[in-house]
């Protein structure tokens, strides 16, 4: 069992992500483009990693609607991971530059602080110096 959620090895700079997709359905055509069968596994969510020496990795977290009988729409997915603690989710990693993510979304936003200063999610004004 494990955490969603970000993280690396120290942790000095955290924060959060935006993302619009490129169209209604991009996150899963992203899916579907890369093998999965999205009418069975409802993409949920994904992890990616960059790290030294040029490692990227990118890991696909998806809800199987046929194995938890349940139907794969964005309502019922929703209820089915508030009713379980842990989730069970189904993972695919995905072997592809990580640019290839990106032609599915609109606009990225990653915005970080210096770890446990309490910037993050605050408002903030330009000082002029």
Known sequence: ?????????????????????????????????NGIDTS???PVGMSFYLGENGLVSMTLIAI??????????YENIKDFIDQNDPVPVVKFDIHKDINEFF?????VSIAFERRDLGLYGKDIVNQEV
């Open 103 to 107: 032609k599915y979304t609109k606009r």
């Open 40 to 42: 069975r596994f409802f």
């Open 1 to 33: 069992m494990e955490n969603f959620r970000a993280g690396v090895q120290y942790g000095d700079l955290k924060g959060g992500i935006a993302i619009d997709e490129a169209d209604l359905n991009g996150f899963r055509d992203f899916a579907k483009d």
């Open 64 to 73: 199987d609607t046929v194995g938890n009988r349940i139907p794969g729409d």
